[in-house]
């Protein structure tokens, strides 16, 4: 009978590689320096650096990184280095078109100059209104605007006496009645006549004084239509004289004005634009001056009013030149590119260049923008307008009910603004990725991309780094400073998020919860730094808000609704591990699979996919071991099996490959008719050579059975099968790490099918000779002997078909009293 050698288990050293807080060179975190994010990220930072340095279109940035990463904070002192230099940025303005109001103009004054010209015309504004009124109401205006009056009155007056005394010397008289003028004859010169009177005159007379009077009469409608032209002159002359004032009272206020934006002649033309204006709506300013109502309602009800010389400043930048960073967290159309606001007045929708609000993209004109991946894409319109933007090199206000065909009015169109600067998109890689492939504008439009660093190698040197980041942390929280054995054992649970004993993860948003929690806990303490003691409290914490779930895992087996036995042997079962991600924590918990076989055609039916409850890549697992089943032991003789696998009580989905080990196991088991010490759990893929593979989750997966023996009681005969590439990654719990040291729970490293069915069946794997023969009493021969009978008993039911079809009877042939078994032996 072939001897089994044991396997050794791993030492407690291998379970968790400890931190040496001698390494970080200091006594506390205060002595530390700020850590410079391009230590850690070199990669990532060279390109952000070489994005902000090129100003060619299309080189804006996508940082690509793990959420909780640092990423905003990183970019965001990146970006603070450079606001100081390049191009200052320029003010922003909207004042008001006079030819065209619905197309407001935009002005670009430097930075820092264009709040004074906003506060210089709201002066002007509020002067405008009384100087106007003075102007009009002065006693000089009223007295040449009552001369002209008087002139014109005077030259209607005379126009009317010439002709009546021209029709006087006819013997017509001109008569001015309620009901305008008439012509009447005249009796002795002096008196007109009665009808009576004008009857008795012969008829010659009669006829001769008509063709007079219809003579007068024409004259008469050619003078009044005469008087309305004179009088449209009057008006001409009295608009002149009221510009005239105009230009006397308000054109001093505008030359004041001149000096300060002599250096800037769009200033100077809408100053030109803005006196003429004034002067040639004088009156309807005037009648707005004197109207009861707030000029400003008066203004945004579309009423000439002296409010439209305002100036709206849309972007405002300090003085000092520094560029602008702007961070937009609900990055609509509308908060991206502007917005032009309305209001109610009489039940009526109005506006005008005052209500126009700018966008993140005119706030950040100048200098950067970041923004959200997820956030935009997510946003109807949203990611369309900021290409348009970024493609034409300029940002135009769009109405987002415009676009989608709510609005039939007509809509305010202000004139674009020219669009200079870079923007910082934050995402993660699979978003990025997707873009790249799906939208075929995006990689002109975003041509860098900085990749932030998942995790780092935990070397000395690294480790040190690791700590200044720790240090960082606590500073910019103003938390207080952690000894060096706490420093220590937050980077041994860095190690832990890294899933790798060798890696430290750079997600630092877990490790900034972390410090602020185990603050708090110091703050009970009433101590002046973190203590190693109080980080612990701070995990123990977050476990134990975390546990809900696994609790309720745990109890189920323990009651034993989820069947699970960590004692005993049983052919075709074992204890595989199951994660289950929950948010910011994951656990796991053993999970009963089953094996069955019977005669058949080869086939091994995966039931998690027969329901559809398994995914691909479990179902993948499942014909990988079914071809490596074929492979070693389908070389001599066609398999004859039909085998079923199951993952017991599993009312959900199954993916993934890690218990394809596992189910191997139970197969195997199930055909070699040796039993599987239930004391263990397994875990790991294989090849289709029967070669362990490392999987994912292994600390969670090894005290989820750990917690269940635990709970049962520690006998020294449990433990758990790992692939040999998982050990680097472990980082277990103390309690595992102790019972490990006290022999009461155990850890297996296995490179291969044949030492995890050696550990868990307690039999030798089997080797072949040079012959390819399988010596007796272990788990391949004894397959291998299972295997010919299911193919042996398959051919005697297939002879009698033929027979019946051939008409020769012929007894079944009995198995061979002695065969030699063999098995693939190239094939291992």
């Known amino acids: ?368 923008l970041v923004l959200d991946a997820l956030k935009i894409l997510s946003q109807p319109y949203a990611w369309e307008g900021l290409k348009r933007a970024l493609q034409s090199g300029v940002v135009r206000i769009e109405s987002l009910s415009e676009l989608i065909g709510w609005t039939s009015t007509v809509q305010m169109e202000p004139q674009p603004m020219p669009l200079d600067l870079k923007v910082v998109l934050i995402g993660e890689r699979l978003i990025y990725f997707l873009l790249s492939e799906y939208d075929p504008e995006f990689p002109a439009l975003f041509k860098i991309n900085a990749d932030m660093e998942s995790e780092i190698e935990r070397n000395p040197a690294n480790t040190r780094l690791y700590a200044q980041l720790i240090a960082t942390l606590a500073r910019r929280a103003q938390l207080r400073p952690l000894a060096a054995a706490a420093a220590a054992r937050v980077i041994e649970h860095a190690a832990r998020l890294a899933n790798d004993a060798e890696r430290l993860t750079t997600r630092t948003q877990p490790i900034d919860n972390l410090l602020r929690e185990a603050d708090h806990f110091a703050a009970q303490a009433g101590a002046d730094q973190i203590a190693r003691s109080h980080v612990d409290q701070a995990l123990a914490a977050h476990r134990a808000r975390n546990e809900s779930i696994r609790k309720r895992y745990q109890d189920e087996i323990l009651r034993g609704q989820l069947l699970i036995d960590t004692a005993g042997a049983h052919v075709g079962q074992i204890n595989g591990l199951a994660v289950i991600p929950l948010g910011e924590s994951s656990f796991a918990h053993p999970v009963r699979i089953t094996a069955t076989v019977r005669m058949g055609e080869g086939e091994v039916i995966d039931i998690e996919r027969e329901v559809e409850l398994g995914g691909p890549i479990h179902s993948k697992g499942v014909l990988i071991l079914s071809s490596f089943l074929a492979s070693r032991f389908g070389w001599a003789v066609p398999l004859s099996l039909k085998a079923s696998l199951v993952f017991e009580q599993s009312y959900g989905g199954v993916e993934g490959d890690s218990a394809s080990l596992a189910e191997l196991a139970a197969l195997l088991s199930a055909l070699s008719d040796f039993p599987i010490r239930q004391s263990l759990a397994v875990t790991g893929s294989v090849n289709q050579f029967g070669v362990v593979q490392p999987v994912g989750g292994i600390n969670e997966k090894i005290e989820g059975f750990f917690d269940i023996c635990a709970a049962r009681g520690l006998t020294g005969d449990q433990g758990v099968l790992i692939p040999v590439e998982n050990v680097c990654h472990l980082m277990l719990r103390p309690e595992v790490v102790a019972a490990v040291k006290e022999g009461k729970f155990a850890i297996w490293p296995v490179r291969n099918i044949d030492e995890a069915m050696e550990l868990l069946t307690g039999k030798p794997a089997g080797e072949p000779d040079a012959k390819g023969e399988l010596p007796a009493d272990t788990v391949n021969y004894q397959i291998a002997v299972q295997l010919a009978g299911l193919a042996q008993m398959r051919q005697s039911f297939a002879r009698p078909a033929r027979k019946r079809r051939t008409g020769k009877k012929k007894s079944p042939a009995a198995p061979p009293a002695k065969q030699p078994v063999t098995q693939n032996k190239r094939r291992r």
């Not at 904070?73 to 390049?86: H, K």
């Not at 002066?123 to 009009?136: Q, T, Y």
């Not at 203004?299 to 305002?310: A, E, K, L």
């Open 1 to 368: 009978m072939p001897t089994l050698a044991p396997l050794p288990p791993l030492s407690p050293d291998q379970l968790y590689t400890a931190c040496d807080p001698a390494g970080l060179e200091s006594g506390d975190s205060a002595a530390l320096p700020d850590l410079d994010a391009a230590l850690i990220h070199p990669r990532a930072i060279d390109a952000v650096h070489l994005g902000l340095g090129i100003h060619q279109q299309g080189y804006n940035l996508f940082v690509l990184g793990d959420t909780g990463s640092g990423r905003h904070a990183i970019v965001d002192q990146l970006l603070e280095t450079e606001r100081g230099n390049g191009v200052p940025p320029a003010d922003w303005c909207y004042v008001n078109n006079f030819a065209e109001p619905a197309q407001p103009r935009l002005m670009r004054l430097p930075c820092g100059r264009g709040a004074r010209l906003r506060d210089d015309m709201q002066r002007f504004v509020g002067e405008l209104g009384p100087a106007i009124g003075a102007a009009f109401e002065s006693v000089e205006y009223r007295r040449r605007i009552e001369s002209m009056q008087e002139e014109e009155k005077q030259r209607e007056e005379t126009a009317l006496r010439q002709l009546g005394h021209a029709s006087g010397e006819h013997g017509i008289a001109l008569l001015r009645t309620p009901q305008g003028f008439m012509f009447a004859p005249l009796k002795d010169g002096e008196e007109t006549m009665s009808s009576e009177e004008f009857a008795q005159l012969p008829e010659a007379r009669q006829q001769e004084l008509g063709k007079q009077i219809e003579i007068f009469h024409e004259k008469l409608h050619e003078l009044m239509n005469e008087f309305p032209l004179w009088r449209r002159e009057l008006q001409n002359r009295i608009k002149a004289t009221g510009q005239e004032v105009l230009k006397l009272a308000v054109g001093h206020l505008i030359e004041e004005l001149r000096p300060a934006y002599a250096d800037l002649p769009e200033v100077g033309s809408y100053l030109d634009a803005a006196m003429q204006d004034i002067v040639e709506s004088g009156e309807s300013l005037r009648e707005s001056t004197k109207s009861e109502e707030d000029s400003e309602t008066t203004f945004f009800s579309g009423t000439i009013s002296v409010q439209r010389y305002r100036v709206n400043l849309l972007v405002e930048n300090p003085a000092d030149g520094r560029r602008p960073v702007v961070h937009e967290d609900h990055p609509t159309l509308q908060n991206l590119v502007g917005r032009v606001d309305h209001l109610v007045h009489m039940g009526t929708l109005v506006s005008n260049f005052m209500l126009i609000k700018a966008g993140a993209l005119q706030r950040a004109n100048g200098g950067f």
